[in-house]
């Protein structure tokens, strides 16, 4: 169960520390500067851009997957660790896609994503 909670922590400290973020750089989403923005803009959410939170968390799960203690236990399959970062590359792109973030938004969210996967094995292993 260590495993489970060491991936558990991992995504929790990154969407929690992206939302934080959000909350404090206000970034407005890309759909504010096209023709959709007068329906978007009353939407809190259009207001919070930066980072991606659902970067932060995908490349947290993609991360602890690579760093995830396995006790007793054999290790994962390395394809299952690369198609979950594939998944995570692809839900950064999906985004930028969707007019939900900009590159810059996802980019950071990933690298939050990465450094909470690695502080939370640090701290807890």
């Known amino acids: 169960y260590a495993e489970v909670a060491y991936v558990a922590d991992a995504s929790a400290w990154a969407l929690g520390s ?4 959000k909350a404090l750089v206000a970034r407005k989403r890309p759909v504010l500067y096209t ?3 007068a329906a978007a803009a009353s939407s809190l959410e259009s ?3 930066f980072p991606s939170g659902h ?3 995908a490349f947290a799960l993609a991360t602890s997957l690579f760093l995830v203690p396995r006790a007793g236990a054999a290790p994962l399959p390395a394809w299952h660790k ?3 970062l594939a998944t995570a590359v692809s839900i950064g792109a999906l985004r930028v896609a969707a007019a939900k973030h900009f590159p810059s938004d996802v980019v950071a969210g990933a690298a939050l994503g990465v450094v909470s996967a690695v502080t939370v094995r640090a701290i807890r292993f």
């Open 55 to 57: 970067a932060a968390v």
């Open 18 to 21: 992206a939302e934080i973020i």
């Open 35 to 37: 023709a959709d923005a």
């Open 82 to 84: 690369w198609a979950a």
């Open 47 to 49: 207001q919070r851009s």
